[in-house]
């Protein structure tokens, strides 16, 4: 916001380092001529303008002499916007002639003043009147005061813009507002502007991250990720076999191996855990059929048809 601007009867200072004296004289370079002291107000602002502290004659400012100038009391911080503006009353008769008596040049002189700066302060916008007063229907376009904070389109629009509304869809003139529920983000969190919402997940931690991206697998695990192996193929056991179709897998191996007794084929043969310690003197206790000279027996281990025969 810049500071505002007169013609004939004000001016809008920014101080400079410790600035106490500040001329009479508009915006555009006008003396700032009054009727009184007391229609010389000054204000000054700290926020360029939002808000306005009026400061009191002969407490927080003075005339200088010649009354050309005011001089505050206190010197300005810089950057402090000083506004001097004259306001003349508008509520009563200013100069009042009596029946019969001998006006002077001075009383008409005055009287002309006076309306001549009623007419500049309308000019400069600076006049408290009401709209009816000049046929206005509207207070858009007077200036701002400390009170008078009248409202405007555009007004209404920034404040709905600094609560993070946006007008309603749809020619309806409703405003709405985006709120984050659960599970969802929006960026920026206060809604203002554009606004980008974003599902983030499950959880109540603000949603489920993404897993590391170091080429391992991942899987979920106690509200985390946990890597895991899974092998390139199952592993049949490694027992020796010509044949795999319709096998089972196993885990391990066990410790134990097949028996190593001689045979010269496995097929139909069971595996078995230990072989017996039997001796050929005793393998009549295993086999007692007698002398066997067509059937090969299995038996123990021992092939029967090429043992010794039996006593």
């Known amino acids: 916001m810049a500071p505002p601007t007169y013609v004939y009867s004000g001016n809008c200072y920014v101080a400079t380092a410790d600035q106490t004296t500040f001329p009479l004289t508009s915006s555009a370079g006008n003396a700032i001529s009054y009727l009184d002291k007391s229609h010389i107000k000054v204000r000054t602002s700290d926020d360029d303008g939002v808000t306005w502290t009026s400061l009191t004659s002969g407490t927080d400012f003075t005339f200088a002499n010649p009354a050309v100038s005011i001089i505050l009391t206190t010197p300005a911080a810089v950057g402090t916007w000083v506004d001097i503006q004259r306001s003349t009353p508008l509520g009563s008769i200013y100069i009042q002639f009596q029946a019969g008596s001998l006006l002077t040049s001075e009383q008409l002189n005055e009287a002309e003043r006076y309306s001549l700066y009623c007419d500049q302060e309308i000019v400069d916008g600076n006049v408290d009147f009401d709209p009816g007063d000049i046929g206005l229907d509207s207070t858009d376009d007077l200036p701002e005061g400390s009170v008078n904070l009248y409202y405007t389109d555009e007004r209404v629009q920034a404040l709905l813009d600094a609560e993070g509304y946006e007008p309603g869809g749809g020619g309806t003139g409703g405003v709405t507002k985006i709120i984050a529920g659960s599970n969802i ?72 191996t097949q028996s190593d007794w001689d045979v010269t084929d496995a097929s139909d043969f069971a595996f078995i855990k230990n072989k017996p310690t039997i001796d050929t003197p005793t393998l009549q206790q295993v086999c007692t059929e007698g002398t066997v000279t067509n059937t090969k027996i299995q038996a123990a281990g021992f092939r029967v048809d090429l043992l010794e025969p039996l006593p």
Do not use: H
Not at 185 to 212: D, R, Y
């Open 185 to 256: 983000g929006i960026t920026p969190v206060s809604g203002v502007g554009e606004v980008t919402i974003n599902a983030t997940g499950g959880g109540t931690g603000g949603g489920i991250p993404e897993a590391p991206l170091d080429g391992q697998i991942y899987g979920r695990q106690s509200a985390g990720w946990t890597s895991v192996t899974i092998p390139d193929a199952p592993v049949q056991s490694d027992w020796s076999v010509t044949d795999s179709t319709d096998q089972a897998f196993i885990k391990n191996k066990p410790s134990w």
